[in-house]
Nanobody, 123 residues
Framework: QLVESGGGLVQAGGSLRLSCEVS????????MGWFRQAPGKEREFVAA????????NYADSVRGRFTISRINAKNMVYLQMNSLKSDDTAVYHC??????????????????WGEGTQVTVSS
């Protein structure tokens, strides 16, 4: 199971830190990703990190503002979001890839998903 937390309402320019707690899976054998979905839009890749945390991948729209990290000893993955914009408003989902597909931006490469946490950025 993947359970996200940390979403909320924030003003433009503010910051939020999302967390995802992973259970059942052998956490350090999975790459982890964050995706987001705004109303009426398709699910969009945000960021991903490899099993050991050494490799990361970011969407162009968030590079330099968002940082993905993980602590394998705690079965946790995080998404630090700074300089938030109204376009960042969406439901954010964490996802796990058993193929260590940290380089992939395709949702189907991730076999396990959380329910999501709402992030709303007011302008």
């Amino acid at each position: 199971q993947l359970v996200e937390s940390g979403g909320g309402l924030v003003q433009a320019g503010g910051s939020l830190r999302l967390s995802c707690e992973v259970s059942v899976l052998v956490f350090d054998t999975y790459a982890m990703g964050w995706f987001r979905q705004a109303p009426g839009k398709e699910r969009e890749f945000v960021a991903a990190i490899s099993m050991n945390g050494k490799d990361t991948n970011y969407a162009d729209s968030v590079r330099g503002r968002f940082t993905i990290s993980r602590i394998n000893a705690k079965n946790m993955v995080y998404l630090q979001m700074n300089s938030l914009k109204s376009d960042d408003t969406a439901v954010y989902h964490c996802a796990a890839s058993g193929r260590n597909a940290w380089y992939s931006r395709i949702p189907s490469d991730y076999g396990h998903w959380g329910e999501g946490t709402q992030v709303t950025v007011s302008s």
